[in-house]
């Protein structure tokens, strides 16, 4: 049972409704789409598509409502080749869903999301027997009870918990402390410790118990304290045309290196690789790249 998954997730899934426009729009205006697609989303589920492409065993934890956006998710997530006998239906709600605004100049975009408290995973709807059969465990933390008792179970059964984290609730320390590898993005270490300093941010996180702490740093890359040692990595450059995923997949970068054992300097040029390729195309997993593109970007 424990090695029939090189990955399990638990976390958010959701069903994105992307458009780029020339601009974003001022208040009580009107502007026309340059691009628009609809594509599944949601932080760990899209961290687990990628690293299914990347021959990698996945399964995920979650729950949809019985609609067509759950329909959808739940497809698409097979077709990946993730194993889904961990989601859950919740029947009669709405599945989470998000319309995403990409600007054309930047890439960079704006999410305007809803999720039902129907379809926020209890622990309770968690099974242990798939959350142990992995060999790292990867979270979100919005669903913060389930994930607090996933983060247990992992730990019973000495597996690897990877948090990727952009918010705080009361039960955040507690998750945190059970946590091995956090990334974040550039806000959660200022709010969440009150540190205007980026190393004495990462250093409080990681004295509370994770043993490596990153922070993504958008175009300029990323900035981790590895044990005792401290990596800055430059973004690599890339003409964005989308930023949405980059950071999931920057967490799925991180994840695949630690499974090919690779050391903190490699892990994080790959992530950094990873996350700015993806921006090249419009939503998270059209940009996910080959594990080829990213050599080869890398080289």
Same mark, same amino acid.
């Given at each position: 049972?424990?090695?029939?998954? *090189?990955?399990?997730?638990?976390?958010?899934?959701?069903? #994105?409704? =992307?458009?780029?426009?020339?601009?974003?729009?001022?208040?009580?205006?009107?502007?026309?789409?340059?691009?628009?697609?609809?594509?599944?989303? /949601?932080?760990?589920?899209?961290? =687990?598509?990628?690293? @299914?492409?990347?021959?990698?065993?996945?399964?995920?934890?979650?729950?949809?409502?019985?609609?067509?956006?759950?329909?959808?998710?739940?497809?698409?997530?097979?077709?990946? /080749?993730?194993?889904?006998?961990?989601?859950?239906?919740?029947?009669?709600?709405?599945?989470?869903?998000?319309?995403?605004?990409?600007?054309?100049?930047?890439?960079?975009?704006?999410?305007?999301?809803?999720?039902?408290?129907?379809?926020?995973?209890?622990?309770?709807?968690?099974?242990?027997?798939?959350?142990?059969?992995?060999?790292?465990?990867?979270? #979100?933390?919005?669903?913060?009870?389930?994930?607090? $008792?996933?983060?247990?179970?992992?730990?019973?059964?000495?597996?690897?918990?990877?948090? +990727?984290?952009?918010?705080?609730?009361?039960?955040? @320390?507690?998750?945190?402390?059970? $946590?091995?590898?956090?990334?974040?993005?550039?806000?959660?270490?200022?709010?969440?410790? /009150?540190?205007? +300093?980026?190393?004495?941010?990462?250093?409080?996180?990681?004295?509370?118990?994770?043993?490596?702490?990153?922070?993504? &740093?958008?175009?300029?890359? @990323? &900035?981790?304290?590895?044990?005792?040692?401290?990596?800055?990595?430059?973004?690599?450059?890339?003409?964005?045309? *989308?930023?949405?995923?980059?950071?999931?997949?920057?967490?799925?970068?991180?994840?695949? @290196?630690?499974?090919?054992?690779?050391?903190?300097?490699?892990?994080?040029?790959?992530?950094?690789?990873?996350?700015?390729?993806?921006?090249?195309? &419009?939503?998270?997993?059209?940009?996910?790249?080959? =594990?080829?593109?990213?050599?080869?970007?890398?080289?």
């Amino acid at each position: 049972m424990k090695t029939r998954f *090189d990955v399990v997730g638990v976390g958010l899934n959701a069903v #994105d409704y =992307l458009c780029i426009v020339p601009h974003y729009p001022c208040f009580n205006s009107k502007v026309k789409m340059l691009d628009f697609k609809r594509e599944a989303g /949601g932080q760990i589920a899209t961290a =687990l598509v990628a690293l @299914s492409r990347w021959g990698l065993r996945t399964a995920y934890i979650g729950k949809v409502g019985d609609d067509e956006w759950g329909r959808f998710t739940r497809q698409d997530l097979e077709r990946e /080749g993730v194993d889904i006998s961990g989601l859950i239906t919740a029947t009669g709600t709405t599945s989470q869903f998000a319309f995403i605004m990409v600007d054309q100049i930047c890439g960079e975009r704006t999410i305007v999301w809803h999720r039902s408290e129907e379809v926020c995973l209890k622990p309770e709807e968690l099974n242990p027997e798939i959350i142990k059969a992995g060999r790292l465990l990867h979270l #979100d933390g919005h669903e913060i009870e389930a994930a607090i $008792t996933a983060a247990h179970w992992a730990r019973e059964a000495g597996i690897k918990i990877v948090l +990727d984290i952009d918010s705080i609730n009361p039960k955040t @320390s507690e998750l945190i402390r059970l $946590t091995h590898i956090l990334a974040s993005d550039q806000e959660f270490p200022y709010n969440y410790t /009150g540190q205007n +300093d980026p190393l004495k941010a990462l250093r409080h996180i990681q004295q509370q118990g994770p043993e490596v702490v990153v922070m993504t &740093l958008g175009k300029e890359g @990323s &900035l981790a304290l590895w044990g005792d040692k401290v990596f800055r990595t430059p973004g690599p450059e890339v003409r964005a045309i *989308d930023t949405t995923g980059a950071g999931d997949l920057f967490h799925a970068g991180i994840i695949y @290196s630690l499974l090919q054992g690779w050391g903190p300097e490699d892990s994080l040029i790959f992530a950094n690789a990873v996350a700015a390729l993806s921006c090249q195309k &419009l939503g998270g997993r059209a940009g996910i790249p080959s =594990l080829k593109e990213v050599r080869d970007f890398i080289k």
